[in-house]
């Protein structure tokens, strides 16, 4: 997998909420700094990795603008199985817990590390038992072969144009082999248009690298057999093309 040849830490800058702590494993050093975000009014305690080569150690623009997004359309995820996708440090996934209850599932590189510090944010912000995490590299077997979850997120993961195809690889086994856990139907939304399609993909992607080499993800979903719809904010949503439940949206 390709490694960034920048530091991301450089979109963020220490300040009194910041402390920083060395902690030693056998094989290496790392150095943590646990930085307060604000969550749409919510404060949260989150571990950021000072590196990793996986870029799993900060939070991205995309995360907060995603926030503002899942708030404003609350009804759109309220009752769905929830995985996301390259989770990093958990901290879109905890705050999502903890606002609404919702059962989600972190995921990210098979990396021990990155489910550690998960655990470890889960804990710091009183989210237990700890989220579920599923290590998965994209492009891999899933280690679940019957997939249940019938809306997966993500935010800021179109950084590695290489590995596009290993993660639409990922989205079309999770969108074509869903399983629902019971007969789903699509409820009316309270302004009577129905909500997400089951299953579906929503992601928020506020990195800028380009339209050509973004534009190959987007085509590569569709060239899949994948449907792709901008809904406005930089937020995308991607459905089979022939979802389990109807996909009409009210947005």
Known sequence: MDIALFSPSSLFHDDDDSTSTDEETPDNCQTY??????FHGMELVIREFSFHQMN????????????????????KIEGRHILELGSGTGALAIFLKK???????????????????????CRVNEVTPVLPHIKHSWGDPFPNPHPE?????ASDILLYVKQYPNLIKTLCFLLNSYKPRETATTPLAQDGIP????PAFLMSWRRRIGKEDESLFFTGCETAGLQVQHLGSRVYY????????????GL
């Not at 609404?100 to 990396?111: L, P, R």
């Not at 979850?149 to 997120?153: H, P, V």
Request: no cysteine; aromatic share 10%.
């Open 195 to 198: 909500e997400l399609a089951r």
């Open 238 to 249: 991607i459905t089979p093309a022939k979802p389990a439940v109807s996909d009409s949206l």
């Open 99 to 121: 606002l609404y209850q919702v059962d989600i599932t972190t995921s990210d590189y098979d990396d021990q590390e990155i489910e550690d510090n998960i655990a470890h944010n």
């Open 56 to 75: 799993a150690n900060l939070l991205w623009p995309g995360t907060f603008a995603f926030v503002e997004w899942l708030v404003q359309n609350r009804s």
């Open 149 to 153: 979850w019938d809306l997966i997120i």
């Open 33 to 38: 700094v646990e930085r307060t975000h604000q």
